[in-house]
C-alpha cells in the first residue's frame, strides 16, 4: 500500500468534494469585489514580506485571483473563459484521482509556491511575484493532460488543440522563461511544481527507462539481424546453428539447452 494509499485511509473523510468548485466561486466574487475596487487585489497577493508582517491570509488569497487579462477578447470574456477552462480542468483531474488525491495536489502545489516565493524573496534576493495562482493553474493543466492528452478544446473558440499541446506550450514558456532568469528561477520553479513532479515524476521516469530499455533492444536486435548473427537454434556443444548447418535437426534436452541431434545427450536406461 502507498503512501497516499494509507492517508487515504486515514484522513480521506477529511477531504473536500468539488474543491475546485468553490476556488471559482470565490474567484467571481474576487473579480466583482475588483471591478468595484482595483486596489482590493493588491491586499490578496502572495507577498512574502507582507506575510511575515502578519498578513497570513495571503498564503491562501492569492489563489482567488482571478486572470483575466487580454490583448484580444474583452476583460469580462477573458475572466468568465478563465474560469470556465479551471473548472474544467479541476472537476476533470478530481474525477480521474478522486477527492482526496485531488486535494493532496492542489494543496501541496499551494504549499511548494509557497516555499518558492520565499525561496526568491529571501534566498535569491527577487521579490517579483513569479510564483502565483497562474502557475499553480499551470500544474493542474500539466496533470490534466497527463490523464487526458487527447482532449480536444477550442482556444477564443475557434482554435482547435489538444491539451497535451497546450501542456508542451506551456512547459516550453516555463522553460525559456528560466533559461533566461539564471539557476535561482529554475530551482525556484521545481520546488513550485512540487505537487507535479511527485505525483508524476516516477511514473514518467519509469516510462523513459522502459522506452530507452525497448530501444536499446531493438537496437541490437537490428544489429544482430544485419550482420547475420541471429538464430533461432544453436548447439550447446558444437556451437553449429540452421544457419551454418541448415542440414541440421535441434532438440532441447532435460539441461533446458538445445543440442543438435548428434550432440543431443543421451537419456539414462530404465530401472525396473
Known sequence: MSLLDRLESRYGRFAIPGLIRYVVALNVLV???AKLNPA???ALVLWPPGILHGEVWRLVTYILIPQFGSFILPEYISAAMYMWFL???G?????ALGSFRFNVYYFTGMIGITVASFMEAYIFGEVGGSFAAALLNTSLLF???HFY???MIFIMYVIPAKVKWMAWIAAAGMLYYALHSGLSYLVSLAVALANYLLFFGPEIYRNARTRQQVSERR???EEAKASGDE???KCATCHRTEITNPELDFRVARDGQEYCTEHLPKLPPATA
Do not use: M, N, Q
Open 31 to 33: 473579480y466583482i469585489l
Open 231 to 233: 538464430t533461432l537454434h
Open 143 to 145: 496533470a490534466f493532460a
Open 149 to 151: 492528452p487527447d482532449e
Open 87 to 89: 473548472w474544467w480542468v
Open 91 to 95: 472537476s476533470g483531474l478530481e474525477h
Open 219 to 221: 537496437r541490437k536486435f
Open 40 to 42: 482590493f487585489l493588491f
